[in-house]
């Protein structure tokens, strides 16, 4: 399958392209980026070419793979699935709900497939946990992204972490297990604090509750993650994956190519669930601003 690869940056090198570059099923035909030299180089490290003209590069592809701020992923996805390309995104999709209802209607009109590239949810060990724990019946659940993103020489500084912080950009793993465990999330309460710190309290649509704690600029002495659902069979929590973004995001690319090839559009984190953390989420945003707690 020939796939596009939009974005730059340390995800765009170090997970996305290696990923796309090295898979037999895959010819990774350009890059686009807004920097011509950073997309030169990439393009050359990859072996593919790099492209300025977004629309050139849809019309030479199947599939485009995204490593860009949500904002602009979301805008540039639409033109993508307008143009009948199958999308394999990151989270969140956009931070716009307006866009991810916008995006899902062009998918849909498009019958492209999806898959968004939800990471802890492609890791193998938390994909056998969640086959596990799907099984059995769950009264709640919690998770806890309390990380530091931002020292000195971290690749998750970027702009558009600074401005959105751990609601958008941990937030949608937390949300993903919650509602992967839990069924989907049909309301959310949401409380900030200092330095961007929220909390969330979500109601599920099978009757359980769940809460988040997220934040990006912990103190590295408080890091925690953890994500646990607890019912009548105890508690059950997702085994460690944050060694394994590139195994994970090949299972991931595999799932796409994979529905491409049996005609199938849906999936369990196509761009309709996306669409659905995105809303949670910027329902959230929404009340800590009005308390102005955001």
């Not at 607890?230 to 060694?243: N, Q």
């Not at 196509?270 to 659905?276: E, L, M, P, Q, R």
């Amino acid at each position: 399958m020939k796939f596009g690869l939009v974005g730059t940056g340390y995800w765009a090198r170090v997970t996305h392209g290696a990923v796309l570059a090295a898979d037999p099923g895959v010819e990774l035909v350009g890059v686009w980026g807004r920097d011509p030299d950073k997309t030169a180089s990439l393009a050359d490290e990859l072996g593919c070419g790099p492209y300025s003209d977004y629309a050139a590069l849809l019309n030479d592809v199947d599939a485009v793979a995204f490593a860009v701020a949500p904002d602009v992923q979301g805008r540039m996805a639409i033109d993508a699935a307008s143009a009948g390309k199958h999308l394999l995104l990151d989270k969140p999709i956009t931070t716009n709900a307006a866009d991810a209802a916008e995006l899902v209607a062009a998918v849909e009109r498009s019958g492209v497939a999806s898959v968004v590239f939800f990471t802890i949810r492609f890791a193998q060990p938390s994909r056998e946990w969640m086959e596990r724990i799907n099984e059995k019946e769950w009264q709640g659940g919690w998770a806890r992204f309390i990380v530091s993103a931002f020292a000195e020489g971290s690749p998750f500084d970027s702009p558009w972490r600074r401005e959105k912080g751990g609601l958008w950009d941990v937030g949608p793993h937390a949300l993903s297990v919650l509602a992967g465990g839990l069924g989907p999330i049909v309301a959310v309460k949401a409380e900030g604090g200092e330095k961007g710190l929220a909390h969330l309290i979500m109601r599920h649509e099978s009757g359980a509750t769940s809460t988040a704690t997220l934040t990006l600029e912990a103190p590295s002495a408080a890091i925690n993650v953890e994500m646990t659902l607890w019912g009548e069979s105890g508690i059950e929590s997702v085994p460690d994956t944050a060694s394994e973004p590139v195994d994970a995001f090949a299972t991931a690319l595999h799932d796409l190519m994979s529905n491409v090839a049996a005609g199938t559009t849906r999936h369990p984190c196509d761009v309709h669930f996306g669409a659905a953390i995105t809303r949670i989420l910027a329902d959230a945003e929404a009340q800590m601003s009005e308390n102005g707690s955001h």
